[in-house]
């Protein structure tokens, strides 16, 4: 699939199939994760498969009251966990160095933005899942206290098309020179 096809047809899918996903499939995707850019190159994303049914059950457990990708959780083949080992990106020398306080989380959206595209060109569904209690997902994974847990994934062949979203239109989110200058 072309790249802009895949950006412009990725959804976010919480309705599964059962169907197991190939462990070259699930490796290409991942290594798509992994050439992500990252501050400094440090690669500090970290990831976890989740396979286990019991361990997913307890994931969905964790979302907020609601969530409407709780089913998702427990459906999905896989759910991976999304991490980056803390006090790496935005550090030179253990000295923070930029004013975002955690620039992990720009390394580990990079990382997420490759993984659902190729999750997409491969023929796969994911949604974005961060509407939780983190300390207790972290928990439920054995994620270490200098590695911060920023959002769950599930992963799987879509049962049910997600819809399309409304995007505004460029000349609303595009500026030239200096904020809100149009031209």
Same mark, same amino acid.
């Given at each position: 699939?072309?790249?802009?096809?895949?950006?412009?047809?990725?959804?976010?899918?919480?309705?599964?199939?059962?169907?197991?996903?190939?462990?070259?499939?699930?490796?290409?995707?991942?290594?798509?994760?992994?050439?992500?850019?990252?501050?400094?190159?440090?690669?500090?994303?970290?990831?976890?498969?989740?396979?286990?049914?019991?361990?997913?059950?307890?994931?969905?457990?964790?979302?907020?009251?609601?969530?409407?990708?709780?089913?998702?959780?427990?459906?999905?083949?896989?759910?991976?966990?999304?991490?980056?080992?803390?006090?790496?990106?935005?550090?030179?020398?253990?000295?923070?160095?930029?004013?975002?306080?955690?620039? $992990? !989380?720009?390394?580990?959206?990079? =990382? &997420?933005? @490759? /993984?659902? +595209? *190729? #999750?997409?060109?491969? $023929? !796969?569904?994911?949604?974005?899942? =961060? &509407?939780? @209690? /983190?300390? +207790? *997902? #972290?928990?439920?994974?054995?994620?270490?206290?200098?590695?911060?847990?920023?959002?769950?994934?599930? +992963?799987?062949?879509?049962?049910?098309?997600?819809?399309?979203?409304?995007?505004?239109?460029?000349?609303?989110?595009?500026?030239?020179?200096?904020?809100?200058?149009?031209?």
């Amino acid at each position: 699939m072309d790249l802009y096809d895949a950006v412009m047809k990725r959804r976010s899918i919480r309705k599964y199939k059962s169907d197991d996903v190939p462990p070259d499939v699930l490796e290409r995707v991942l290594d798509a994760a992994r050439w992500a850019p990252s501050w400094a190159n440090v690669q500090a994303t970290r990831w976890i498969v989740v396979r286990d049914a019991e361990i997913k059950a307890k994931l969905a457990e964790a979302l907020t009251p609601g969530n409407p990708s709780t089913k998702a959780m427990t459906d999905a083949p896989i759910v991976l966990a999304l991490c980056h080992e803390k006090r790496l990106s935005g550090y030179y020398k253990d000295n923070q160095v930029t004013t975002i306080t955690d620039f $992990g !989380l720009f390394d580990a959206g990079l =990382a &997420a933005a @490759n /993984l659902t +595209l *190729a #999750a997409q060109a491969e $023929g !796969l569904g994911t949604v974005h899942v =961060a &509407a939780m @209690n /983190l300390e +207790l *997902a #972290a928990d439920i994974l054995a994620v270490p206290e200098d590695v911060q847990l920023v959002e769950l994934i599930p +992963l799987g062949y879509p049962a049910k098309e997600g819809f399309p979203t409304n995007r505004r239109e460029s000349d609303q989110l595009i500026s030239y020179d200096q904020y809100g200058k149009k031209s």
